[in-house]
């Protein structure tokens, strides 16, 4: 396997020509998302080239405070990106939604690095790109999860208030929607199963392969990392709605949606 | 003993109800103009909503000492508005059953609840289709063959013309009177009130959008 070829500035800055493409379209579709387009990809830019900075001292200077602070970093700006995309959640919901995701990510990483891998938790190199992959993709299932979950309550007061008045347990009325949640927020993770190695070859995979992996080992870690997303997502969503919903009503069993 | 007494009671401020006492095995009509807390009343009495201050007795025990969820099967709730599921009469009956934990009754049951309700339909008919009046109807029935000890609804006739709205009222309370349930109705049509009350409580005063605290007063009659 040859090494991969590194990309001088100027090769690079070609890739910020397809960007035009996207602005042209949005443009002739008059989708009024430009300001977004350019805040997200100088954001973008700035945030990896950030991290790419920090990881090369991080690999370069190993040290168990540094991989902690690292996840913690993590963790803490995927809680608050979830808790930004759904602000209308009370504080307890918003408390349990944080310690679901914490806890469910870590709990997948570390059992990822020390029992499938077999290597320490403070080693860098295996633990911050696997928890920003396991980590980033619980953000997104919990997001989409909240999303749906209070959108159905907000569409289905009258069959809420109308099955309280009839003496049904709250918590039997949301299960349901929190069920229903749980399974949209899944859906991408299984259909991209469904496509993968055919439609898509994975990030991890593709980058491992370019930088001269044997794509058999690259292919591994892809199927392990594929189902750690899987699980990370299921159980930070299950967590999440499951203990969460117990904050939308009170001892008196009286909800507040 | 009444079935229901309120001492003091106020809602957030905003509602402050008079001193009402509502007898057991009678029907009692709850009337007065918007926002002087009518439908606000009959969620305090079967728990959905708590008193900020005062104290609401059922059956001479305080009412917050009852486990919710059987205080609602016993004082039920039959709302203003009516949701039914995207499915069959039928169907429907079975879903509210399931939720409820209960056993789904025969269709015969379901047949004979539905005629106290003036609905002649066959419980294969999709609920998606039927008129608002028939679906308040339906959700009545489904609602009365609970049995419950107490019978609450807010505005049953609203969506029904004066001749289905006095067939239904006549039909649930002899139904009620028959099977020792107290029935307690929230409406705003004199007429009905007058004709089916035993004993009817008008609330008066109204709160108004900013919060202003007024004072209801009951009128027996």
Redesign the interface.
């Known amino acids: 396997m040859n090494d991969i070829i590194s990309l001088n500035i100027g090769q690079f800055a070609l890739i910020y020509l397809l960007l035009l493409i996207v602005l042209f379209v949005m443009k002739k579709c008059k989708i009024n998302q430009t300001k977004l387009l350019v805040v997200a990809s100088i954001r973008m830019t700035v945030q990896l080239v950030l991290a790419g900075l920090v990881l090369t001292y991080i690999l370069q200077n190993p040290h168990p405070v540094f991989t902690i602070l690292y996840i913690m970093l993590m963790t803490g700006f995927a809680i608050y990106m979830v808790l930004q995309r759904n602000k209308t959640i009370n504080k307890r919901f918003k408390i349990i939604v944080g310690v679901s995701l914490a806890s469910s990510g870590i709990a997948i990483v570390c059992f990822f690095i020390m029992v499938v891998v077999g290597v320490s938790i403070f080693n860098p190199q295996y633990t911050i790109p696997i928890s920003g992959m396991i980590i980033g993709n619980a953000l997104t299932g919990v997001s989409l999860g909240l999303k749906t979950f209070n959108e159905n309550i907000k569409a289905h007061k009258m069959r809420i208030n109308t099955l309280v008045n009839m003496g049904v347990a709250p918590q039997k009325i949301l299960t349901p929607f929190a069920n229903q949640a749980i399974e949209t927020a899944l859906l991408p993770t299984l259909n991209s199963m469904l496509g993968m190695g055919i439609i898509s070859l994975p990030g991890m995979m593709t980058g491992q392969i370019l930088s001269g992996t044997m794509p058999m080992t690259a292919i591994l870690y892809q199927i392990a990392v594929i189902i750690a997303i899987c699980a990370v997502t299921c159980l930070a969503v299950f967590c999440s709605l499951f203990f969460g919903s117990r904050t939308l009503y009170n001892a008196r069993n009286q909800m507040s949606v | 003993m009444p079935l229901f007494t309120l001492k003091n009671v106020n809602f957030n401020n905003i509602i402050k109800f008079p001193d009402i006492e509502i007898p057991e095995n009678i029907s009692t009509f709850i009337c007065g103009e918007s926002g002087c807390g009518k439908s606000t009343l009959l969620k305090l009495l ?5 008193s900020t201050d005062g104290e609401i007795n059922y059956l001479g025990k305080n009412i ?1 000492d009852f486990e ?6 016993d004082v ?4 203003q ?1 009516t ?1 039914l ?1 995207d499915k069959t009469i039928k169907d429907n009956f079975d879903e ?1 059953y399931a ?3 209960q056993s789904p009754i025969s269709e015969k049951a379901m047949e004979s609840f539905l005629d106290i309700c003036s609905v002649n339909l066959p419980l294969g008919s999709l609920c998606n289709t039927l008129s608002g009046g028939e679906q308040q109807r339906v959700f009545i029935a489904i ?1 009365l063959s ?1 049995q419950p000890r107490v019978l609450m609804m807010d505005e049953p006739t609203s969506a029904l013309d004066d001749k289905n709205a006095a067939a239904l009222m006549k039909n649930i309370k002899s139904f009620c009177k028959d099977n020792g349930i107290t029935l307690i109705v929230v409406s705003h049509d004199k007429a009905i009130a007058d004709k089916y009350a035993d004993n009817i409580i008008s609330l008066q005063g109204r709160a108004e959008g900013g919060g202003e605290v007024l004072a209801g007063g009951a009128k027996y009659e």
């Open positions: 079967n728990g959905v909503i708590s917050e919710p969820i059987s205080l609602r099967r039920l709730l039959v709302g508005t949701y599921f509210y939720y409820r934990g609602n609970f």
